[in-house]
């Protein structure tokens, strides 16, 4: 059997490489060791880290993490706990994580999505009819916009008055002050992560943190205090939700993971809608079968007709694949001897599945730099080929959601509006925290407004 083959540069450089320039390192690496090596980067803990980009392998794992070969802790995502808290899903394990994923999971899926539908869309036609015409804008921020209000709704049911206008304007500083690899950094070291004073980026962030806990704890506070039967929000299915012994989720449960859900559901998703319009608008071929396909929709104003559309989605499905907003996993340990790729592991490794470069395979996506949506009408990937939401016991709870949201936002936008490109230079992907965004702001101008079927510019 081989030996892991690991890069021999010390930990501290390699660290630097893989904040700074995560898609060089992985990349690096894999040229020179293959499908399989041990990467030697801050994680938060100190046990070894193996990142893998065999399909194959990435499927023996995430099918076998049910606690015998492989387990999937949530002590080694310490990572995130300065932002979700120590009590939120993503850092719980065994029986009390899947358990707290029945919880979460329902309102994610099936009927409750057609609820959020008509929602999504009426706060994309409100951002449209707020951008004036000729005037271009950080595609960033208006898809955050629109993606913080979904999650604020979903999560919490609502989406205006003060506390919610507080509660997106602390998070969206909170997230900005990791919106680039040199910030990033306070992620991955925790000495940055210390309050040495208001000016400190440490400091910065426990005042940000301790006023939205203030505001998440006023939620749950004011939502115990008058409890309406009727409301099907996740905030209030957890609210009501009990286990065997008929105890509830504490204030400081609650708010972890209502902190973890707005969070993960609204940054990855702005990400990938920001790629897919920066696509659509670098590509005429792109544009134009997309937009034929739009005008052919009956009824625009129905959002569930765009949800069909086998272009629109294999659009979504190719940005989701050159720019996987995860990068990795997260890490599933090993639990007892074991081959795998012809290599020794050793119980207590922690293995990755490496997205990215999954979905860079020139074997499955033959020139994988090219974004060309044909790929996914021509052929069907399986999920350990295509795994922009991972898998296996820890597959992201917001998939259906993250697709049906793209594909309604998408759809509502180039319906409604004309829009152009005006980025000369090609937009490169940079760390954002701990996921991948745009190096670059993706600039987007309003050019007309659109009819069904034809285009008036005013
Ligand atoms: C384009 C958008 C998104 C992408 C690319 C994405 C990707 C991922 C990935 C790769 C994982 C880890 C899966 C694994 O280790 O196997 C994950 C986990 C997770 N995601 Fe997402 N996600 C997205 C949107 C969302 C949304 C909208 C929500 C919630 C509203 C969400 C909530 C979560 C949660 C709570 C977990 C942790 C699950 C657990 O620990 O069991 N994500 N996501």
């Not at 152009?420 to 090609?426: D, E, T, V």
Request: charged content about 20%.
């Amino acid at each position: 059997m081989q030996t892991l083959p690991s890069p021999k540069t010390p930990t501290p450089v390699q660290s630097t490489q893989w904040i700074f320039d995560p898609v060089g390192y992985m990349k690096t690496n894999f040229k020179r060791y293959g499908d399989l090596f041990e990467a030697c980067v801050l994680w938060g803990n100190s046990a070894p880290l193996i990142m893998v980009n065999d399909p194959k392998a990435v499927q023996y794992i995430l099918t076998h993490d049910t606690r015998k070969e492989f387990t999937s802790p949530g002590d080694v995502n310490k990572l995130l706990e300065p932002l979700v808290g120590k009590r939120n899903m993503m850092l719980l394990s065994g029986n009390q994580h899947q358990n707290r994923r029945q919880l979460v999971l329902p309102p994610f899926h099936g009927e409750r999505l057609t609820v959020y539908g008509a929602i999504i869309q009426q706060i994309s036609n409100d951002l449209i009819t707020q951008w004036p015409l000729h005037e271009s804008r950080n595609t960033r921020e208006i898809m955050q916009k629109i993606t913080m209000q979904v999650i604020l709704k979903a999560v919490f049911g609502l989406h205006q008055g003060e506390r919610y206008q507080q509660l997106e304007q602390l998070l969206r500083i909170r997230l900005d002050m990791t919106g680039s690899p040199l910030a990033s950094a306070i992620v991955f070291l925790p000495w940055l992560q210390k309050d040495y004073g208001s000016w400190s980026p440490g400091g910065r962030l426990l005042k940000i943190a301790a006023q939205t806990d203030e505001l998440l704890f006023a939620e749950i506070a004011e939502r115990r205090a008058n409890p309406d039967p009727d409301r099907v929000d996740i905030l209030s299915l957890l609210l009501a939700a009990r286990d065997e012994d008929g105890n509830g989720l504490t204030d400081q449960e609650l708010r972890d993971e209502m902190m973890g859900l707005l969070v993960a559901g609204h940054e990855t998703t702005a990400t990938a809608l920001t790629w897919a319009m920066y696509w659509i608008h670098s590509l005429p071929e792109v544009k134009g079968k997309l937009m034929a396909e739009l005008d052919a929709v009956t009824n625009p104003n129905d959002p569930s007709e765009f949800l069909k559309l086998p272009y629109l989605t294999a659009v979504c499905n190719e940005t989701l694949r050159i720019h996987p907003v995860a990068m990795l996993t997260f890490p599933r340990r090993v639990e007892m001897p074991m081959e795998l790729c012809g290599y020794q592991l050793d119980p207590g490794m922690l293995i990755m599945g490496c997205i990215y470069l999954i979905h860079q395979r020139e074997d499955l996506y033959p020139n994988p730099q090219q974004f060309r949506p044909e790929r996914f009408l021509e052929k069907k990937f399986s999920p350990y080929e295509f795994l922009p939401f991972g898998g296996g016991v820890r597959r992201c709870v917001g998939s259906a959601l993250a697709q049906y949201e793209m594909k309604i936002v998408l759809g509502t936008l180039l319906t409604q509006c004309d829009f152009a490109l005006l980025n000369k230079q090609p937009v490169r992907p940079g760390r954002r925290g701990v996921t991948l965004g745009q190096k670059q702001s993706v600039q987007i101008q309003k050019k007309g407004l659109r009819s069904q079927q034809s285009l008036q510019t005013v």
